[in-house]
DNA sequence: TTGTAAGCGTTATCAC
DNA sequence: GTGATAACGCTTACAA
């Protein structure tokens, strides 16, 4: 070990082999098995990595190759169970192709959203994943992006230029909302999320479609409540609910909400499904751990995020990214739904 | 723009105000206001950074300066609820103090967290939390790291010589059994973690000192299920449970799996607490949520996270880290746990 | 007040 | 088969 430098570094695994640093990096090199040198010294230089325990500066080599086999994920918050398993998703896709993974929590705030994504384009990250997110939160970035040639893709989000990975939540909705039909409901109440949200403005618009088609009459705004995705605001979005008009089944746009109408119900003393039918969205892990069982929607997340990985991975190989991938999503039929009791 | 380079550069910002890279250097620098020089000059600069939309390349920053501004966070895994607001609590710590973070998923498995330590040090970051993982998940790591003097904090471990945060996991079970025991509870049994988490060893030994303690014979391992932190495990250990010796009561060593028993009693038509109580540890958010609500230990991950991050702050600043953080858990009471029917 | 140049730790292009 | 050396994009003495 040198004395005066803080770390190891080329040279000082050269001096230790008692060759030149083009012969260390040759060692190190991908292509190592190919290039020819005597095996006398390739065996010298491992022997000094070793014993110094050497790690090549990845830093260093990025600024080089001017890639840095990082990229960002931006999403709202990761302790929404939404997106663990999209993080798993892209991460697991990221490291089985040597790309490291920095996250970045926004809370869906306009001001940290712009932060992080300056950090990012400043750390020279390859790409960027934006999951989830309000439309407006990517003010003029375009430009930067396209200056540091940042690739960009997002998921769970439509009607943009840009690369994407979405789901069909307008039809999505549309079935689960024919399968209340379906069961005789004709009351049915919808808990949406927030509406500068896409999603939850395309699970809502799916829910009215098949009510219209099926000429039942949209009951107005007031069998429509806005929660912002957690158990809380379902809660509560249900008990005013309760207040209104009866209603025999409750469609909510996400799970954690659908799990907040639960609390609501069993708390006014109604049963599900005997009293209301509930249906949720997402297929949450604990949507099949509650009792009754829960009713819902399943979305791909973790296949999601992979295919995100996956879509920036071909872009960094010169694909476009045009053509948007789409995700199959699935109603998951569990113990939270019945027809309507007699009269209600 | 400069025709035949990737990026912009601060080569190119310099030539477009028509100054040397030196003086764009200053203008960024952090000390930027106390630098003298011509008010023309500087507005000439920050003109041309607009108009190119430059940003200066932080791997070139880090390469000189020695250090990245970016730290590693490794656990297990991000799908398990424990984790979320951990990585919060880091991240909004680390992105106040202008850190970033790269977040690594082992699954507890040697080979990946080998391999993500390895990046990490290779990327020279200038930190790492290591979260969660078995005790023996660092094979000789702490020569390497010592080395590119990469800072080290463990949370929610003990007994190590890291510098750690941790959760007196012994005194919290102690503490819910006594609870269990002061309700009437005699026959009670435990749905522990894997024994080679330390966590989920300290939560049993607690319960078993307060079994002893209070005299009650410990009876035994029929009383005693091993499961892995999930809700299907939860819910098998407790289907288990029923088999043997009629149980009052169930202290679980995390929330998931109790909320895996509440479906197995509810499958096995006992009820919650009428004919069986159960105490949770951690209270995730679905803990006050699930009916009825349920009785926990409160573990403030959230908090921990920031306590982690801190920490590694401190050390940057040169402290040692020798004084492990102790964080406090408290019991929740909540509607799970009553009195044992009588005659159970 | 501003410019020149060395150097951070690599890889890649030439020589030898 | 191996060694100099010029980049990569920046910061920071030291000169001017």
Redo the contacts between chains.
């Keep these: 070990?040198s004395r005066n430098k803080?770390?190891?570094s080329i040279r000082d695994v050269a001096a230790a082999a008692g060759v030149s640093i083009a012969t260390v990096s040759r060692v190190l090199s991908p292509a190592s098995a190919e290039i020819r040198m005597r095996q006398e010294t390739r065996d010298r230089v491992v022997r000094a990595i070793e014993d110094?325990?050497y790690?090549?500066?990845?830093?260093?080599r990025?600024?080089l190759q001017?890639r840095?086999s990082?990229i960002g994920?931006v999403l709202p918050?990761?302790?929404?169970?939404y997106?663990?398993?999209l993080?798993?998703g892209v991460?697991?896709v990221a490291?089985a192709h040597g790309y490291?993974?920095?996250?970045?929590?926004t809370d869906r705030e306009p001001d940290?959203t712009a932060?992080?994504l300056?950090?990012l384009?400043?750390?020279?990250v390859d790409g960027v994943i934006v999951a989830g997110g309000s439309l407006a939160d990517l003010p003029g970035r375009e430009?930067?992006f396209e200056?540091?040639?940042t690739k960009l893709v997002m998921v769970g989000r439509h009607g943009l230029t840009q690369p994407s990975v979405q789901v069909d939540n307008v039809a999505a909705t549309r079935v689960a909302t024919e399968y209340l039909l379906g069961l005789g409901h004709r009351r049915i109440a919808f808990v949406g999320g927030p509406m500068d949200s896409s999603t939850a403005q395309d699970r809502l618009i799916g829910h009215q479609q098949a009510l219209r088609k099926a000429g039942v009459p949209d009951s107005g705004q007031d069998a429509v409540r806005v929660g912002d995705f957690?158990?809380r605001s379902g809660?509560e979005a249900t008990r005013s609910l309760l207040d209104g008009e009866a209603r025999t089944a409750v469609l909510c746009a996400n799970d954690r909400m659908a799990?907040?109408a639960?609390?609501a119900l069993?708390?006014a003393g109604l049963s599900v499904p005997g009293d209301v039918s509930v249906v949720g969205f997402d297929d949450v892990?604990?949507a099949?751990?509650?009792?009754p069982t829960l009713t819902t929607i399943a979305v791909p997340t973790y296949e999601m995020g992979q295919a995100a990985m996956r879509l920036l991975l071909e872009m960094f190989n010169g694909a476009s990214g045009n053509e948007p991938v789409l995700m199959p999503t699935r109603l998951v039929v569990r113990g939270s739904c019945a027809p309507p009791a007699a009269g209600g």
């Design positions: 070990m803080a770390t190891v110094l325990g790690r090549p500066n990845d830093l260093a990025a600024l001017q840095t990082a994920l918050d990761i302790s929404n169970p997106y663990p398993p993080v798993r991460e697991d490291s490291r993974v920095v996250l970045c929590n940290k932060a992080y300056d950090t384009v400043k750390t020279r430009l930067v200056t540091y040639r957690d158990e809660y799990l907040g639960y609390a069993a708390d892990p604990m099949s751990f509650v009792r």
